[in-house]
């Protein structure tokens, strides 16, 4: 084997010197540079993306912001709407109400005033029916005709005792 005979030991030498320098030189020149240009541009691309996603978690904070503002004022907005409609609502029922109770006093006031009239009449015809049974019974009892006027008075009289 030739690697193993001294006497070429000193051209191996050389050459393994040169094909190290050589291929060191590819390295340093042309491959390390594509790496740390692919691991510079991960790198940025990362960064990129760091920035953003930094600026879209900003962003989502904001709307989250102007939501729950958003949301307070239309709970307010509810709140007022539900408010006024609830004052409406009860002095609508108020109005209501308030006519109810005229229409039942006037009601009350007609009724009232109808009974009156109706126990006027009730009593003015029960009179008239007390002294036409007073005569008949005491013309039965009696044989003859009772005084008429007295008849009335004394009709008069226990009316005014029993309604009174």
Known sequence: MPQLDFSTYAPQLFWLAV??????LLMQIVALPRVNAAIEARRNRLDDDLAQATKL????????????????EA?????????????????EAAERQRRLAEELARQTETAG?????AK?????????????????????????????TGV???VDDAMAERVG
């Open 57 to 72: 978690k900003t962003d989502a904070e904001a709307a989250l912001a102007a939501y729950q503002n958003a949301l307070a």
């Open 19 to 24: 094909s190290f320098l050589v291929l060191y």
């Open 152 to 154: 009335a008075a004394a």
């Open 113 to 117: 005033r109808e009974i009156a009239a």
């Open 75 to 91: 709970r307010a907005q509810a709140q007022t709407t539900i408010r006024e409609t609830a004052q409406r609502l009860a002095a």
């Open 120 to 148: 006027t009449r009730v009593l003015a015809e029960i009179r008239g029916v007390a002294v036409e049974v007073a005569n008949s019974v005491t013309e039965k009892l009696t044989g003859s005709t009772a005084d008429v």
